[in-house]
């Protein structure tokens, strides 16, 4: 008489094996998600996204509070953040030079300004004193006010506005909102690789507040 083999069910896996295939696991989605995003520039459309929202929701805050606002994008810290004033904004278009590096600043003092402020009680010097000196700013009392970090893979990478004499590289520009219901025109241009070959520009329209997404860098408007 022949003994059948009796038919044993296949080893099941242990406690540990299953731990150790999900940690297996983990590490190669932490791996591969970052990268297939780096590769579709999908935190670049994103923040295009954020940044087009933005300015709408600026656009439509100046309108309705009646005083001046500007969008401060700071190039070197890939920050940004909302201000305000109700003080009159003068910028003259193509007034303001970039340093030799291409590098902006929010505001350029007058040389008259030091000649001006030693006769201060001159009420001609003090008018005109104002006037060169500019409004003063003040972060609006709500989340647009705060500091926003872009992601860690995209960057400015350049900005000009109507009043810059050429594209920014570096530093801190404005782009200003009047309660007239128009903007400046403006081209901010962000990327997330080193060489800027993929690239995407906000194009703020200044009369109509309209907002046109290019996928390149578009050339600074001539004068």
Known sequence: MRLQPKNRSPKGFTVLEVGIALVLLGLILGVSIPAV??????????????????????????????????????????????????????????????????????????????????????????????LLKGPSWSRVESEMGQESQMHPDVRFAGIWVDHLAERAKSGQVALHFYPGGYSQDGLISLTDDEDADRVYTLNVQALTGSIFIDDFMPEVPSE
């Open 37 to 130: 995003n780096a590769l579709s520039g999908a935190e670049l459309k994103k923040q295009i996204g954020m940044f087009h929202g933005l300015i709408r929701e600026v656009y439509a805050r100046t309108a309705l509070s009646g005083v001046s606002h500007r969008l401060v994008m700071d190039m070197d810290r890939s920050v940004y953040w909302v201000e305000q004033t109700e003080e009159k904004v003068l910028l003259a278009e193509r007034s303001q030079e970039l340093s030799d590096e291409g590098k902006a600043a929010l505001s350029i003092i007058d040389e008259r300004v030091a000649d001006l402020e030693a006769d201060d009680d001159d009420p001609r010097a003090s008018t005109m004193l104002k």
